[in-house]
């Protein structure tokens, strides 16, 4: 039985409600790996043949939604998906610093609206 990117954005959006630092920095990181299952979804659909199950494929992702996708709104994603990448990198490997619940359900609210607008393409 497999998970959708709804489901991990739903397991986000509780994280993000939670009452603990390291509650938001999950709830971001799932955020982003919502986002970027649907993006990896839509780029496989761009280039079939695209070898996604690498460590680059982060990269390989945000590649062809910006350079072979003929909708503007594809190209958009990649940003998109790009910044939200930043957040869930401060998310997970920047834990030293303070990572407040906002950022948490910001990136929540960014990842809804990147899977909203891959679902209109």
């Not at 509650?23 to 799932?30: E, K, L, V």
Request: aromatic share 6%; charged share 25%; glycine share 4%.
């Amino acid at each position: 039985m497999g998970v959708t990117p709804e489901s991990i954005l739903e397991s986000a959006a509780t994280m993000s409600q939670g009452g603990a630092e390291v509650d938001w920095r999950n709830a971001t990181s799932r955020a982003y790996y919502a986002a970027y299952h649907r993006c990896r979804a839509l780029a496989t659909s761009i280039d079939p043949h695209a070898d996604l199950s690498t460590a680059e494929s982060h990269r390989f992702v945000a590649d062809i939604l910006q350079q072979r996708s003929s909708p503007n709104a594809a190209r958009g994603l990649a940003y998109q998906l790009a910044a939200l990448r930043k957040v869930r990198n401060l998310a997970d490997y920047e834990i030293e610093d303070q990572f407040d619940q906002d950022s948490g359900r910001t990136s929540v609210e960014a990842s809804r609206k990147i899977l909203d607008q891959a679902d209109a393409i």
